[in-house]
């Protein structure tokens, strides 16, 4: 088995493996000479190929999540507090900081399947389950007496 | 045409059980079944259900030739072979909502949970001569059906409620027993919007073999990501849906009634034109129970259904959530 090649002497700096460089080859952010000696790197070094295929499968997880819209108010709230100075600079800034990295670690907790998070909504489509129950029911069943309410539009009032 | 009907629906059964009754024919509910296939007729069929303190009433024309049907309301609905089922919304075009290939297993013996009889005389329907079958559970009389008593037609169902007045019933107001006319075509196209597969070996547990109260499992389906199981006690029959997610208020159908479900669970149950349902929610899973059975029947077949084993997502879906959860408290 081929040795990794150092990267001491590349132009990433002085570790031993890609590190940071997996993202930025994955966004095609690296210069060209980099690009060549972060693949020619790969070819040996089953840790970093590894490494490369978990950001890459990351990076697809969260280019899958679906958009999200804001909530209502979300964009006058952010406005509001912006004018009180919520964003200045200053001990503020770094309490925002903390507060965001605990809400990152809590999010991780709630990721990892410590805490157990909510699935998501879902609306029933009622009239339509309706009419499957009675389609299915009047099979081999009387006909007429099963198969005449579907012939009503199912309304709920709403 | 829909009709709103202020009136309550009062029609107690004291009146139609004075006549003494004697034992039908096993086949009774058979031969009124068969009748529907082999008897041709076009009639004027007027279905009533109560919602509330309301009855509702819609018209219907019905044909029916050989084994097909067509009946016409603001939905147009279609069986053409034994088991193919067509719905058309509205004046749209085609729906398949029940493939010919799908069967479903048998129907349960009704014997062993009803007493199916023959009451003497019978109202005239539709200005036809009737004899009336009385299905009954114990001492509570559930249903009275006016067959025709020259082919066993159904002409009239009635379906009682606790106190004994009719909740829900189709009758003919007019028919015509007349073979000339031509068999239903079929739809030169329809689409198959989300026909559904039968499902083989191991289910949900939301699908046992048997609920309550004598409903047995005939068939379990899938359509999209809808688990069917449908359920029958040779009577009624009761359909249990079973989808991923998380039911929020406003994703309920309207403003139903709240009712106790499986395992203390508050579900919500509405009627519609042909029974009763109710919608609820557990473990990440939504379910929606649809029946024609009275509503006592419906609510003990689901409170009999197992709890489900906690939900055990993926690690993607547990991301997606986590990103939905932390967003949530911003609305």
Known sequence: ?158 | MRVAVTATFTLLLTTAVAAPAVAAPASALDQARQASEDTPFDGVLDVRWQDGGATHLERLTVQGRGGAMVIQGGNQVMALSPFERLLAHGGQSWDELWPSSVTPGPRPDASAKYQVTEVAGGPVVAGRTTKTVRISQGATVREQLYLDAATSLMLERDEYGEDGSVVRAMAFESVSLDASMAAPAKPPSAEHPATPVAVRGQVSALAPLELADGYRRVGVYRSGGILHALYSDGVYDLSVFEQAGRLRHSDLPGPGDPVAVAGGTTGWTYPWPGGQLVVWSTEGRILTAVSDAPADQLLLAVRSLPPLPPERPSLLSKLKRACRTLMEPLA
Request: proline share 10%; aromatic share 6%.
């Open chain 1, 1 to 158: 088995m081929t040795e990794p090649r150092r990267f001491g002497d590349s132009p990433f700096g002085g570790g031993m493996h890609l590190g940071d460089a997996l993202s930025g080859l994955l966004d095609g952010e690296l210069a060209p000479s980099q690009q060549d000696a972060a693949r020619a790197h790969l070819v040996g070094c089953p840790t970093c190929a590894e490494e490369l295929r978990a950001v890459g499968q990351a990076r697809d997880w969260v280019r899958a999540l679906p958009p999200v819209e804001p909530p209502f108010g979300f964009y006058e709230r952010a406005m509001r507090e912006g004018r009180r100075g919520a964003f200045a600079t200053g001990p503020s800034l770094r309490r925002r900081a903390g507060l965001a990295a605990l809400g990152a670690a809590a999010a991780a907790v709630t990721v990892l399947g410590v805490g157990s998070p909510r699935p998501n909504p879902a609306s029933p489509a009622v009239p339509r389950l309706v009419e499957a129950h009675a389609t299915s029911a009047s099979v081999g069943a009387d006909l007429l007496s099963k198969l005449a309410p579907v012939a009503v539009p199912v309304s709920f009032g709403r």
